[in-house]
């Protein structure tokens, strides 16, 4: 490490990067060009040189299941980020649905990165997007990448040769073990088994009936080269009693005498923090203690249109996301009830906005009739939330009114009029409804509310295959819900997604997983749809629920 220290600081290091980087941006290329790249095992820690710079041009990325989305976060703003991802025995996207989409995006003249984990010429599925894009006559290239085949035990602290326990190393797939020869395989001094977890014991069974010793060692290296990483050392005759009941995919194999070094040589782990070549070398890396969710997966449900800034705020604190639309927000069945209350707005005395989508949609309205802000000049306004606030801004409007808490309730607590008799309140709002208490407070103190549908709010037609993978393997550390409905429909996707499962409860996929609520009312959905809560922020905002997952891990973690 102090060497790749000496390296980065080195100003001929910056310069080549930067000409790597300036001849990649200032290329020109009439029919677009694909690179496929191999980002390395785990963390952006071990992505190329060549690997930035190629991320720092893309104009889209297809990405696999196994990267670390950090490395999204190095390309440009205006980037496609597309996930291909292949995981295990779970549902896929085909390699068929893959091929045509490199070409199509290569012939619109788009840079075009395939990022691939590890290495994508190890058994990385390359050969045949090579060929279809050989065939179409599309320009690429292929850069290599750091195999977890040989990072994973060098970070696990074992050799793969030595001068007198190994002078020899195979690399193999279990994907399909039943084609392998064992009789061979048996002889090897060393074997690292890629996509074995899951045939374990066919693999320790078939070695020793072909005569590998039963106390041959054998360590299994889960998630290698993640902050997350574990390691089970055994022997060929125990490590499935060891290992019995453990999620172990993903995971890297050694088996052979060269495991033994793992405990003689002791090497000290590296460090989790990122280690980035583009800092200037005056700019230290970032400490642990300053990015309390290293190493932490969270899951994040939101509308398929929502802004990215909570995911990329989750982000700088050291998080890997995984989002899944859990809302589709749309125009309401009808927009009678909205065009009749906006045509008369002289009525009412106030607007009232609970959300960002509210805002949206009945300005947009709003505009569609002819009219703009000046419509409005005889209406105060009360919004809940910053985020709603901001989007009304955007608008050219201030509220007149935002309660103290980020909640709908303390709206009616806390509401400027003195008397709430005789006065009219418009209330925009989603078209199933919600809400009910503010109404009810309102309506009990004299007002009339008039509630219309603005928009509506859908459950996607289904569960991503990716996030219900990801629950199975028990990689999310947490689940953030900003919004009842998102619980809602979190649940009913997760059901919905397991139905062919005989006899399993789908909140068996949680047990592992904290609950993260944005506010009291989210709470209670949680309570209501998937039995408990874990954490709620105190703050009723995005920011606010961000800091009760940091401050979580944070105690728990001195």
Partial sequence: MLTMGIAISSPLFFNSIRKLRNEYATMTR????????????????????????????????????????TLLSLTPKTCIHILAGKRGQGPS?????????????????????????????????????????QAAGCAFEVWPGLSSALAAPVLA???????????????????????????????????????????????????????????TPVAVIRWGGWPQQQVWSATLDTIVDQTQGESLSPSVLVIGDVVRLRQTLNLPPLPTVRLSCTLPSSVAPMEQSALPLQGRTVLVTRSAN????????????????????????????????????????????????????????????????????????????????????????????????????????????????????????????????????????LSAKGATVVEVAAYQSQ???????????????????????ASSKTVQHFAQLLQQGTADLPNFDWRTLLQSVKLASIGPQTS????????????????????????????????ANP
């Fill in 459 to 481: 459950c996607p037609a289904q569960l991503n295959p990716q996030i219900l993978e990801a629950l199975q393997s028990q990689a999310i550390d947490v689940a953030t819900f």
């Fill in 30 to 69: 009439p029919d677009g060009k694909v690179y496929i790249l191999g980002s390395g095992p785990g963390s952006v820690n071990f992505l190329t040189v060549a690997g930035e710079a190629l991320l720092s041009t893309a104009e889209v990325v297809i990405y696999d299941a196994l990267i670390d989305t």
């Fill in 157 to 215: 602290g074992i050799p793969l040769t030595d001068p007198d326990l190994s002078r020899s190393v195979t690399i193999l797939s279990a994907h399909e073990p039943s084609t392998l020869n064992w009789s061979v395989l048996a002889q090897c001094e060393t074997l690292v088994v890629l996509m074995g977890g899951r045939s374990l014991p066919i693999l320790t069974t078939m070695l020793q009936q072909h005569g590998k010793a039963a106390d």
């Fill in 306 to 441: 929502q802004s990215e800034d909570f995911s990329r705020s989750l982000k700088a604190k050291g998080a890997t996301v995984l989002e899944m639309a859990a809302l589709e927000i749309g125009p309401p069945s009808s927009w009678s009830d909205l065009d009749a209350a906006l045509a008369d707005l002289s009525t009412f005395d106030w607007l009232i906005l609970t959300s960002a989508n509210g805002v949206q949609y009945t300005l947009e309205r709003l505009q569609h009739q002819g009219k703009d802000a000046r419509a409005l000049a005889g209406i105060k306004i009360a919004v809940v939330g910053r985020k709603t606030a901001a989007t009304l801004k955007q608008w050219g409007l201030i509220p007149d009114f935002i309660p103290p808490d980020y909640i709908a309730d303390a709206l009616v607590a806390h509401f400027p009029e003195p008397s709430l008799q005789g006065i009219r309140c418009l209330f925009p709002r989603v078209e199933s409804g919600g809400r009910e208490v503010l109404v009810q407070e």
């Fill in 524 to 555: 209670q959905a949680c309570g209501q749809y998937l039995g408990r809560v874990d954490l709620e922020a105190q703050e009723y905002t995005l920011d606010g629920l961000i800091e009760a997952i940091a401050q979580a891990y944070t105690s």
């Fill in 93 to 133: 996207v085909s390699q068929a649905d893959i091929n045509p989409l490199l070409v199509h995006y290569c012939q619109q003249g788009k840079r075009v990165v395939r990022l691939k984990s590890g290495d994508p010429m190890l058994f990385g599925r390359s050969a045949s997007e090579v060929q279809a894009l």
